[in-house]
Nanobody
C-alpha cells in the first residue's frame, strides 16, 4: 500500500519549535520532489515548502522563509520540516506530498498532522 505518514505535530507556544516528519511506505521517495502544505481552519490549502529529488534545491513560501527548513533523507525514505519561531498563524494541519516536480502535480498525499501554536 502506498502511503505517506506525517508525524511530529502538536501544541507549542508562540516562539517555539517543532519538527515534522513524513515517512513513505510502498514506494521510494527517490523519484519525487517532496512538498509540505498546510490548511488552516476556514482557509484553502497552501504550499509551504518543496525540495527536489536530490535535496539540492529548496523552495519556501514567503510567510515561512527564514523560520522553516525542509530536508530529506532518501535512505530513510523520509522528508522533514523543521519549524522555528512559530506563530499562532502557523496553526494548521500540515500535509506532505510527493510531487512529480516542485509546483507540479501531486502523486501522493499524506493524511496530515495538526500543529497548534497557542499560549
Amino acid at each position: 500500500q502506498l502511503q505517506l505518514v506525517e508525524s511530529g505535530g502538536g501544541l507549542v507556544q508562540p516562539g517555539g519549535s517543532l519538527r515534522l516528519s513524513c515517512v513513505a511506505s510502498g514506494f521510494s521517495l527517490d523519484y519525487y520532489s517532496m512538498g509540505w502544505f498546510r490548511q488552516a481552519p476556514g482557509r484553502e490549502r497552501e504550499g509551504v515548502s518543496c525540495i527536489n529529488r536530490s535535496g539540492g534545491s529548496t523552495h519556501y513560501a514567503d510567510f515561512v522563509k527564514g523560520r522553516f527548513t525542509i530536508s530529506r533523507d532518501n535512505a530513510k525514505n523520509t522528508v522533514y520540516l523543521e519549524m522555528n519561531s512559530l506563530k499562532p498563524e502557523d496553526t494548521a494541519v500540515y500535509y506532505c506530498a510527493a510531487l512529480y516536480y516542485c509546483a507540479g502535480p501531486t502523486a501522493h498525499w499524506g493524511k496530515g498532522t495538526l500543529v497548534t501554536v497557542s499560549s
